[in-house]
């Protein structure tokens, strides 16, 4: 299969999962991607595991989603000799692909006019935390802070009467989501180069990714204000909706279906034959949309006992050929043996450094109807000598380099 980035080189001075995952995407799509580690400590991503998130004995998981398919080259970037490679490989890349702060980034003499001046056509883009202007411009950002907490994700699905802590987010989310637009912006300005001759400051914060997230509660958010009504979309109460099928039903087994039927008028009455339940279509409490809204909570409790009435399995088998939307709610582990996924190669397996195998997520753009064949993520600096006699570095100078602890 031909990839739509091969002959394209990526050179990632970055850590964590935010960044580093747009590297992997761009690796997927065929770019060369060359990853500069610390030759003593590498990325502190690879460190998380030990911090009980695995148990002995597993596959490094936090490493080798966003890291998979890159070439890791050990230079310590404050050495003269360290960041002289570092220019040297930014004269022969597309991209620099960055999360360091803006602190460091002056400091290890790596920012935009730095790398510009060892290659005036390089692509320069970097992901941060809260965006390159404003006070908060130089702080560090996790994507627990910067995306769940201060971009409005965590307030806006954190259910109505919830008299606790805001819904607490997963590992990775915002950064997955993060490096996806990276990568997509990357692309972009990849072409415009091509089309124009013309190189592109990129920045993605995570911030700026959690507005656009849920950008229809901020927009609604400020629809509302200027109606006098404060506090934005309302927070969700299954009990009470506008439309009682766009909503969640617990089934025997304490398991959950979603229901999206937006038609309500078009699909109750295809829902109430598949629930066996052809007595509701023309029940007047629920004849028609504005039926069931007015009587949404009687229309959901309704709905709730008969999806109490059988087990997850069951409603899957008797809902099969409904024409209205709905999914069951599943467990990450279910969606290995998803159909779906298995069919369309969404979770490929992927050969380790050392020998096994592990399933990865394949990133969600495939091209030419052909699914992802993935390779590991490398070991700290597993690549270091064959990138450097690639640039035409003489081993007399990697000698030399080794000697300076410049590089691994």
Not at 21 to 34: F, K, P, Q, R, T
Request: charged fraction near 25%.
């Amino acid at each position: 299969m031909s990839k739509p980035l091969e002959g394209i080189r990526i050179l990632e001075v970055a850590q964590w999962w935010f960044v580093p995952s747009a590297g992997a995407l761009l690796s997927d799509w065929g770019a060369e991607v060359i990853k500069i580690e610390h030759p003593e400590v590498g990325d502190p991503q690879r460190g998380l595991v030990t911090s009980g998130l695995l148990p002995a004995g597993g596959f490094n998981f936090m490493w080798e989603q966003p890291n998979r398919g890159k070439k890791s080259v050990a230079v310590d970037i404050k050495t003269e000799g360290g960041r002289e490679l570092v220019y040297e490989l930014a004269s022969k890349s597309d991209v620099f692909l960055t999360s360091f702060l803006p602190d460091a980034r002056e400091k290890l003499k790596i920012d935009v006019d730095d790398i510009r001046r060892a290659n005036p056509k390089i692509i320069y883009a970097r992901g941060t935390g809260q965006g390159v202007r404003g006070p908060d411009a130089r702080r560090g950002g996790y994507d627990g802070a910067s995306y769940w907490a201060r971009g409005g994700i965590a307030s806006a699905i954190t259910g109505a009467g919830h008299d606790g802590p805001p819904v607490g987010q997963r590992p990775a989310f915002g950064d997955s989501i993060g490096g996806m637009t990276i990568a997509g912006g990357i692309a972009s300005a990849l072409f415009k180069r091509e089309r124009t001759g013309e190189p592109s400051v990129i920045d993605i914060s995570l911030l700026a990714v959690a507005m656009w997230n849920i950008s229809a509660d901020l927009t609604m958010a400020k629809a509302l204000e200027s109606l006098g009504l404060k506090g934005g979309m309302p927070k969700m109460d299954r009990t009470r909706v506008p439309n009682p099928i766009v909503n969640a039903y617990p089934t025997k087994d304490e398991r959950w279906i979603m229901l999206i039927m937006l038609q309500s008028d078009r699909n109750w009455p295809d829902l109430c034959h598949h629930l066996e339940r052809e007595d509701l279509i023309d029940d007047p409490r629920f004849e028609n949309a504005e039926k069931r809204a007015a009587n949404g909570a009687e229309c959901v409790a309704v709905l709730d006992e008969i999806f109490r009435s059988r087990t997850l399995e069951e409603w899957k088998t008797q809902l099969a050929t409904t024409d209205g939307v709905w999914a069951p709610v599943q467990h990450p582990l279910e969606l290995y043996e998803d159909p779906q996924v298995v069919a369309n190669g969404y979770l490929p397996e992927a050969t380790l450094n050392d020998g096994t195998t592990a399933r990865l997520v394949a990133n969600p753009v495939q091209f030419d109807e052909q699914p992802y064949a993935l390779s590991g993520a490398p070991e700290c600096g597993q690549n270091t000598e064959e990138v450097l006699l690639d640039m035409g570095v003489d081993w007399d100078r990697i000698s030399a380099l080794k000697e300076e602890k410049a590089i691994a």
